[in-house]
């Protein structure tokens, strides 16, 4: 199977420098992305790149981890009015709108949001207080909806599937309700 060009590039920021360094791994080539200009002024920068449905590279930045002071970022990669590819803002959100969606306690310590992965057109987040995850969400970047996938602390383990579990459409049909 042929690999798309976001799984022939491999991505990370320069340590001191405010763009990321990109690197083919078909051709061996080295090249250079900036990054877009409200990050350039940030020393230490954490964000987290994807690739959308459509093929768009999209970049997620949370500017402070507390949930009651930061703000999350939703850039997109994408030509502008003269073809030149650029980063363009989709969207800025409140911290705060996704810890009011999990009804996580603010009587906690700081609620703190990590951004977990962005997969097609969602984001994964984590929201953590007390030093432990307690809920995780996903945010669709097409239509700004919200989910909720664990309300409680949750510790991923990923293995192959034993094929004893796996349901068939067999099992389905004679499935006695």
Not at 128 to 144: A, I, N, Q, V
């Amino acid at each position: 199977m042929p690999l798309n060009e976001f799984d022939r590039l491999v991505y990370w920021k320069h340590f001191s420098q405010p763009y990321i360094v990109v690197l083919d791994t078909g051709t061996l080539r080295l090249s250079r992305m900036d990054l877009p200009p409200p990050l350039q002024d940030m020393g230490s920068t954490e964000f987290k790149l994807g690739l959308t449905k459509d093929g768009r590279l999209s970049l997620v930045f949370i500017d402070h981890f507390l949930a009651s002071k930061g703000m999350l970022a939703v850039w997109f990669r994408r030509a502008d009015g003269d073809g030149v590819e650029k980063w363009m803002l989709h969207k800025i959100f409140a911290l705060s709108e996704f810890v009011d969606f999990s009804m996580c306690s603010q009587e906690y310590h700081d609620v703190i949001v990590h951004p977990a992965e962005v997969i097609g057109d969602f984001l994964y987040l984590s929201l953590c207080y007390d030093g432990y995850t307690r809920c995780c969400l996903s945010l669709c970047l097409e239509t700004d909806k919200v989910n909720k996938f664990f309300d409680h602390s949750v510790h991923p383990y990923i293995m192959a599937c034993p094929p004893s579990l796996v349901c068939n459409k067999e099992d389905l049909e004679t499935k006695v309700t």
